[in-house]
Structure formats: structure tokens, C-alpha cells
């Protein structure tokens, strides 16, 4: 039993996107209220890194198999995937920079004269790379704040990720292209343990302005070492996937999809927290069910098209959920909490789905014409060849 399609991804990934933008909301605004939160629970973002890392990893073996870019070096190779990649994100988290950026400095007062000096330090935010540590030495948490000239600022302070995860993809794409044993064998085991065994498994190892003990950012080595994992999760789900199911093994996965799918929708709005090495492997284990997509719960949400729809919204929800929980804080402060999770997901999803038709009709489609282009011109070399 397997289906083509693995809309189950884009559900899951709409789920853990609204419950990191209640974390967040839970931290600037609610922490030291005294109120009774809930959907605080556990850190779900290494769900996204070993997806990235499992869709980079299937990148790269398809291109192999076809004989793609068979005579392209290994860095030619990696900044065409990175450029891909970042053709996709890059719109995305412009519009997310650019919104917090005008919120945060209208709810701050920040005069005039002074924005073109602030905008120029976080010039290394809206061009996406922040990651590189040329910016993101300060990122406060609270609803204003004094704008300080010459000071490094993460307007939105979530796209950090997004950053890592295109400069990790340049670095991990290319010594994978480089040699795939080496990768496998030796890279990806020794750089996640070394990642994790620094800081990588405590709160302290989220800290975006420390530097690893290997010499990269933090931020950019957890996510390096989270798509290590994701690109070596290629292996595994491919052996399942070529394996043929029996009625047991399809109920066991059934089985184990509904339990995990339910332990973690229950942790997530109880408020429990687990280890980061815990929380890892429940999450590890869960993308390769997912990925897998050969149990009887993947074949029911592969029937419905909403799942796919929500799993396209979920990155525009992420890029500027942190716009509205600033914003409706400094309108709304009497607000009460669960009224204020209400309104930060309907409007969230609101402008998010705005979001995304405007880059989808607009914005996308400049790449898609130059897409276009580059096939005529290939079918008239084709013709003439011939």
C-alpha cells in the first residue's frame, strides 16, 4: 500500500508551525503573566531540519540516477541547489523581514531620520544570510524597544532558520556531491555528534549569538546537524518504501502513526517538555513513518487536497507569525490570553494566505517566465540541431 503523494507532511507541518507561533507567543507576551499556558510543549522545529535534509539527500539521488549535471563539479552543483532553494524561501522571508521591520519600528516610534540607518543594520537580514553572523547580535524580547543605531538586530527573529537552512544546504549539497561515502561514513556521524556534544542537547545551544565549538554560528550548526540526520533518514525510509508490506507491518505503522500523532498533540498543548534528545528521536521516528507513506492513516489524509494546501501555507504562517504577535499585544493589551491565541491564528492564517497568493501570482511567477525562456531556447537549439 503506497501512495504517491505524501500530503501528511504538509498537515504535520501546519501543526507544528501554529505550535512554534504560540511558543513564541507564550515567551514575548504571556511568560510572566502568572496565566496558565498551554501549547508550550516540547521543540518541534527538528521536524523541519530532518525534512529538509531527507528532500536534499532525495535531491541529490534523483540527479545522480538520471545522470544529471553528470559532468557539473560538486560546487557548481551545490550552488545551483542552494539557488533553487533560495529562489523559493528568499520571497518568503523578504516579506516576513519587511513587515516585522515596519511594525516593531511603528510600535517603537522610531523617528524618520533614523530608519534608513536601522535598515542598514539589518542589511544582512533582508538579504536572507543573517546566519553568517554579520547580524543577529540583539534580539530583544519585549513588545517595544529603544532602536539603537549600529547595533545588529533580528527584526524577525524565527526566519533565523530559514537563513540557516539556505546556507546549510549550499555546504551540505556540495560535500555530498563531492563524495557520497565520505558524507555517509564519516561528515554527517562525526559533525552530529560533535554538534550535539557542545551545547547542541541544552536550552543554552539554542542561543543564536554563540559560536560552536567547531567554529560555525550555533543556529547554523544545529541545523546543519538536523539535516545530517534528515539526509541520512533517506536511507532508511527508502528501504522501507522498497519493501513490501505485510498486513502486520502496515497495521504496526497505522499503529504507530496514530500513537505519536496523538503523544505529540497532547504534549504540545499540555505544556510538557522532554529533552532535546528525546523529543528528536520521537520526531525522527514520526518523519519516517510519514515519509514512508505506507500505513492505512497516510492513505486517508492523502485523499484530501486541504493537507497539501495547508502544508503550502504553513511557511508564509511561519514567516510572519511573529509581526502579529507583537502587533496585536501593542493594540490589544488588554487582551485576554486565550482570546489572544484565537485572534493571532485567524489573523495570522489571514495574512498569510494573502501572503502567499502574492507571492505565488506575482513574485513566483518572474521566476517561472524565466523558466520558460530558458525552454524555448532549448527546444530551438533541439530543432536545429536536428
Known amino acids: 500500500m503506497k501512495s504517491s503523494k505524501i500530503t501528511t507532511i504538509g498537515l504535520w507541518s501546519f501543526i507544528f508551525v501554529v505550535a512554534i507561533a504560540l511558543g513564541n507567543l507564550n515567551i514575548i507576551v504571556w511568560s510572566n503573566t502568572g ?3 498551554v501549547f508550550i510543549g516540547g521543540s518541534v522545529l527538528a521536524f523541519f531540519m530532518f525534512l529538509a535534509g531527507y528532500f536534499l539527500m532525495a535531491h541529490y539521488k534523483k540527479s545522480k540516477e538520471n545522470n544529471k549535471r553528470k559532468e557539473e563539479s560538486p560546487s557548481i552543483q551545490a550552488w545551483k541547489y542552494a539557488g533553487g532553494r533560495f529562489k523559493v524561501l528568499y520571497p518568503v522571508l523578504f516579506i516576513g523581514v519587511l513587515l516585522a521591520f515596519i511594525v516593531r519600528n511603528a510600535i517603537n516610534g522610531t523617528k524618520i531620520t533614523q530608519i534608513f540607518g536601522v535598515f542598514m543594520d539589518s542589511i544582512w537580514e533582508f538579504l536572507g544570510i543573517s546566519q553568517i553572523g554579520a547580524v543577529g547580535l540583539l534580539e530583544l524580547k519585549s513588545i517595544t524597544f529603544d532602536t539603537t543605531l549600529g547595533v545588529s538586530q533580528l527584526w524577525n527573529g524565527p526566519l533565523w532558520y530559514i537563513s540557516a537552512l539556505i546556507i546549510a544546504s549550499l555546504i551540505l549539497y556540495y560535500i555530498v556531491s563531492k ?3 565520505f558524507f555517509t561514513g564519516f561528515f554527517a556521524p562525526v559533525f552530529v555528534i560533535i554538534t550535539y556534544a557542545s551545547a547542541g542537547l541544552t536550552d543554552f545551544g539554542w542561543d543564536r549569538t554563540m559560536v560552536n565549538t567547531i567554529g560555525f554560528p550555533n543556529g547554523l550548526a544545529r541545523v546543519m546537524a538536523g539535516m545530517c540526520l534528515g539526509m541520512l533518514m533517506y536511507y532508511i525510509v527508502e528501504y522501507f518504501r522498497k519493501k513490501k508490506f505485510s498486513e502486520v507491518m502496515t497495521m504496526a505503522f497505522s499503529l504507530l502513526h496514530i500513537g505519536i500523532a496523538i ?4 504534549t504540545i498543548y499540555a505544556g510538557i ?8 528521536i520521537i520526531l525522527y521516528v514520526f518523519c519516517i513513518v510519514l515519509l514512508t507513506n505506507k500505513d492505512y492513516i497516510s492513505v486517508l489524509y492523502n485523499k484530501s487536497n486541504i493537507c497539501a494546501f495547508l502544508g ?10 511573529i509581526v502579529f504577535v507583537y502587533l496585536l499585544a501593542y493594540l490589544f493589551p488588554e487582551m485576554s490570553y486565550h482570546a489572544s491565541i484565537l485572534f493571532n491564528i485567524l489573523f495570522t492564517t489571514c495574512v498569510a494566505f494573502i501572503v502567499m497568493c502574492v507571492d505565488e501570482y506575482i513574485i513566483t511567477p518572474l521566476f517561472r517566465k524565466e523558466k520558460l525562456e530558458e525552454k524555448k531556447i532549448s527546444r530551438r537549439k533541439t530543432v536545429k540541431a536536428t
Not at 263 to 266: T, V
Not at 312 to 321: R, T, V
Open 263 to 266: 503523544f505529540l498533540l497532547y
Open 35 to 37: 496565566e496558565n499556558l
Open 179 to 181: 563524495s557520497e561515502d
Open 312 to 321: 503550502k501555507l504553513s511557511l508564509y504562517y511561519y514567516a510572519i507569525h
Open 273 to 280: 517538555t522532554w529533552s532535546e534528545f528525546t523529543n528528536g
